[in-house]
């Protein structure tokens, strides 16, 4: 997705590119800021693995993925050679969480967690707006989290770890679960299941980083009556014993909004 | 614990004095303080619940506890009366973990989760020397873990959660899992299990906020070879998804060191 906005949020324009080889993607994305620019800095959400130390002689590179011609990609350097702009980086979660804290749900409100739940999971922490990284940056996505085999003897679809918070609670681990739904007269998702992974991997991240909001996106988080359900979970299973954030549903367009913004601190 | 100390984190006097009632321990604290002062400032690392936030009417009070006398008792207030000397006031775990950043095994390291295992667990994750705190203060000893009830059917001992982390491998979990030692002739503490929760536990936390540097402290991780086979146990649960942090052992008087710190800072 590729817009041009202003640091109020506004959007001007924007348009979707479909993400094949990264000569081809870029050569578009390229394009479209030749056509639609000039701009005055660029901003990234990029999907990872990614480089995101400064110091590092790879940063803003694509680290080593499977999604074929990606591996060791410079997608910052590419950018910046071809539009001779500032380019800031950062991964699609981090934008996304940018732009709840700037223009979204949660504006303004420090010690952010946002997370999204969809073909994979990822979150991310703000703390005054910057997104916290360390030695790397959070994959909060693979949580450890309890998987009662009794009840749900589904193994997870996690390539590296199975069952996973995103093993057991993502898109695909819902899809497969499930089954072929085409043949199911009533809902075959297990709604109640999936809210209480999604309530104890958000117990964990609350135990740990202690945030005042929790903003859900992505497409799983869309199903209505999940996040309160999801809500009333984590009370149950906290007993009180923290002081619980608010928690809400995320606002739209946040990543592309978070990308400008992050495009504004450079 | 209290102590005389330098910003150099050197201890100059120190002396023991069991927690009683608030106002009898606290008036040998402040006995002693007179006795050995004069002190320029005077920084607490006391344990929890505690208010921690400046702005609250109760800020520095021990908040709700089961500890006689002590549910809303104001530490901080009592202590800057008596002496007539600024107070600063953290955990007891972060003033741990802030004496590993200025003093200890982690000097200088930034993004690191100070962790301890013993009576309870508790961590903290420093940023800049800074304990990092939110809408309250991380509570990482009652994360949510995998607990595989056939191997290990033990029901936890946490009168909140009942499995947690620190319901299933704080000290109080192992003695009572172990029954009575004295009867037994080889140990009957089962340190591959302990090492397993002790890693499912720190892979949450290095999957979430990412630091450089894990160090472990407490009475439950100073049995001799844990910490190599908790280093050794997160590698494979991990499968190098992330980069890993250094895992060391605690240095000592980290908590006395800190408190010094903190105080140094007011």
Redesign the interface.
């Known amino acids: 997705m590729c817009a041009i906005g202003r640091r109020t949020g506004e959007i001007l324009t924007q348009a979707e590119i479909p993400t094949s080889s990264p000569e081809e993607t870029l050569g578009k994305v390229i394009e479209f800021f030749k056509k639609n620019g000039p701009v005055v800095a660029i901003g990234v959400g990029a999907f990872g693995p990614l480089d995101l130390d400064p110091s590092s002689d790879t940063y803003g590179h694509i680290t080593k993925t499977p999604k074929a011609g990606w591996s060791n990609f410079d997608i910052r350097g590419r950018l910046a050679e071809a539009l001779q702009r500032p380019v800031e980086i950062e991964t699609d979660v981090g934008c996304a969480g940018m732009g709840e804290y700037f223009y979204g749900t949660a504006k303004g409100i420090?010690?952010l967690l946002y997370m999204t739940i969809g073909t994979g999971i990822g979150?991310a922490?703000l703390?005054n707006g910057q997104v916290?990284?360390?030695?790397?940056?959070?994959?909060?996505g693979?949580?450890?989290?309890?998987?009662d085999k009794e009840r749900d003897p589904f193994p997870g679809v996690c390539p590296?770890?199975g069952d996973c918070f995103e093993g057991l609670a993502s898109g695909p681990a819902i899809e497969k679960r499930a089954g072929d739904k085409s043949h199911q007269v009533i809902d075959p998702v297990r709604w109640d299941l999936e809210a209480d992974y999604i309530a104890?991997a958000l117990?964990?991240?609350i135990?740990?980083?202690?945030?005042?909001i929790v903003v859900l996106g992505g497409g799983v988080t869309q199903h209505g009556g999940l996040v309160p359900l999801v809500r009333s979970r984590i009370e149950e299973?906290i007993?009180d014993?923290?002081?619980l954030?608010m928690i809400t549903e995320a606002s739209e367009n946040n990543a592309i909004k978070g990308a400008i913004r992050l495009a504004a601190h450079s």
């Open positions: 420090n010690d979150g922490h703390r916290q990284h360390g030695l790397g940056y959070p994959e909060m693979h949580l450890f989290i309890p998987h590296f770890h104890l117990c964990n991240l135990l740990t980083m202690s945030p005042k299973l007993k014993y923290v002081p954030p």
